[in-house]
């Protein structure tokens, strides 16, 4: 006998229609709620999707054959950039685009037309991969399903933000962030090019002299001062130069475009080959002594300021380049003298741990891929067992470790020194095409995912969870344990407005945090029994903290409010999350 598998899956989808088997309400048997990531729609379900849905679905109905009544909700995510930068890429007659919706998603040329519009874009993918989860047969309650920009929604989200900004865990200041320049906005995992999140690296720029100009490099080793002998400069370069602050510095062109999203005053006032720049002296900043600029092939004009201040003794890639420069110097050159300077005590090392380390690895080359294996070897050990010797002036004795914030502060407070931030993970690109940048916004809104009690509070209750794969718990830890404040508004895209400062959105990761709570309530919205603008603070309070009574609530019933509090109590917490 042949079975037709079609027309078995259309009998039981529409049984499960008629009967209405997932529409689930509080009763007297033991629950379990299940949620898994709501989709943003800018295009059709793939296969990952399939994938992490079907689990949840798999998940939800083992419960109920165990008697369980369990909830499986769904809503779509519409808040954030991604569906806007979509939107111009199709109102500019993008070739790549285009060609991928008409070939690839095989939109209809009429519904294309419309994509013009960020929300048409949304709510056409929104119902094919509503369609999609219906034909997948899916145990969920559509009863509940939401979109994050219905009014009801946006009520919720007021709330939510409210009480955060009350709690002194939303603050506003100035702070680094990733941005797109194209967009005027932050951006962050969910609107970047391949869902990657920006994080930064902080250089400290020390601040040579060079005539009436300042030459600064970049390093992450500001105690490695006290051992410079010279700068290296790529002779290919041509260098920008620039008035930063009303000091006049010599940049790469990369550092110069850096240095204009720092909240910094800059002006250019022109060029200068890096050729030029061979064989120039420059000072010390502490020290008043002179040292050469010399060329070096490994310098790269995007990394940094496009010069870097060499420490032969304790830098593999500055003893290596010095070891091949002075290959080409006569041998009365005055270059020949360059020595490295040993400014560092370890166990592991003699006195030049970068010479050591370039033997060890066999480096042939400043362009040897090994030096940067090197590199970490030597950088590694000396942070964590480094001893700074007495040439390091008040800092000797002192732990690398422990000394580097010190040092810091000195040249700072001496004014030898000054900030650099740039993308660790570049190029990052926002899902507009615009290549992402480090921006310091100034009286932005940011939560302040540093505070301690707030730390411990997540850490607590993430020790309380069961976590699969195991593998991923550590990974959490760290996250909770380095995340800062972080961007949690905008001023572009669809979305909630802050409710005290009307000119920004919120953003799409602090929109999306609890709207698990959303779906007990979702059903008495779709229905009517409650509409948006009975929504209030006394209402949310109450149904989701128990605070105040049902009857304070104005413009709904207590009855109807108390029965919001049950549905919310009962499935309340979520028992069970999914992720991709």
Known sequence: MEINWNELESKWRKKWNDTKDFETNPNDKPKKFITVAYPYPNSPQHIGHGRTYTIADIHARFYRMKGYNVLFPMGFHYTGTPILGMARRVESNDKEIIDGLRNIYHVPEEAIKTFVEPIKIAEYFHEEIKSGMIEMGYSIDWRREFTTIVPAYQKFIEWQINILKEKNLIIQGNHPVGWCPRDQNPVSQHDTMGDVEPSFTEYILIKFKFDDYIIPTATLRPETIFGVTNLWVNPGTMYKKITVDGEKWIVSKECARKLEFLDKDISFQGEIAGSDLVGKNVTIPHLNKSIPMLEASFVESATGTGLVMSVPAHAPFDYQALVDFKKDQPLGSEYQLIKPISIISTEEYGEFSAKEACEKFKIKNQDDPKLEEATDEVYGKEFYGGVLKDNCEQFAGKKVSEAKDGIKQWLEEKKYSDILLELTNAPVKCRCGAECVVKILTNQWFLNYGD?????????????????????????????????????????????????????????????????????????????????????????????????????????????????????????????????
């Not at 800062?484 to 929109?511: F, M, N, Y």
Request: aromatic share 14%.
């Open 452 to 580: 301690k009690d707030w730390k411990d509070k997540a850490t607590k209750c993430f020790d309380g969870m069961s976590i699969l794969p195991n593998e991923i718990v550590d990974e959490f830890h760290y996250v909770v344990g380095w995340l800062h404040e972080r961007a949690c508004a905008r001023q572009h895209g669809l979305g909630t407005k802050l409710p005290w400062d009307k000119d920004w959105i919120v953003e799409s990761l602090s929109d999306s945090v609890i709207y698990m709570a959303y779906y007990t309530i979702s059903r008495f919205v779709n229905d009517g029994t409650i509409s948006a603008e009975n929504l209030s603070k006394e209402f949310f309070d109450y149904v989701f903290l128990g605070e105040g009574s049902a009857d304070k609530v104005s413009g709904i019933e207590a009855s109807t409010v108390e029965e919001i509090r049950k549905e919310f109590a009962y499935f309340y917490p979520v028992d069970s999350r999914h992720s991709g």
